[in-house]
């Protein structure tokens, strides 16, 4: 959108290339490193080259995608309607439900039916998100 000829534009863009090329390694190390905790690879197995080999294939993975992905707002409805229904309704209601459970001993009958209450919650919050990211699949503003 912005002329060739302008420096600031031009300096705008050095600008967030940098940042783009600065902060990609942090973000994607966090990411490896958490695909190496969920798959539960032991400590023994995690040499060099292990997390070399991994980091190839990660990378490998997320440039295909990038070739054939090429709707950025897309991915920003589903990633955001997806990971909004788990902040706002999925995760408080199964931590309320473990605080209450796990302390039977001190857990009213109240407390019983609240948990029960704040899961038909997140099931409804759980649809609500199904919704709206199939809505953001089919392209509905």
Partial sequence: NYSTNDNIA????LAIAIAIVTTYPLAFIG???GIIDVLEVPIMKQTTANINML?????????????FVTDLGL???????TLATAVVFIFPALMFRAAVFDEL????PADL??????????WIGIVLGVI????ALMGVD
Wanted: charged share 15%.
């Fill in 10 to 13: 031009t300096f705008c863009r």
């Fill in 31 to 33: 990411f490896r490193d």
């Fill in 55 to 67: 980091t190839v294939i990660l990378l490998c993975i997320i440039t295909v995608l990038a070739v």
């Fill in 75 to 81: 991915i920003n409805a589903v990633g955001g309607g």
């Fill in 105 to 108: 001993n001190d857990s009213t």
């Fill in 113 to 122: 039916k609240e948990a029960k209450i704040v899961l038909v919650v997140m």
């Fill in 132 to 135: 709206g990211v199939c809505l």
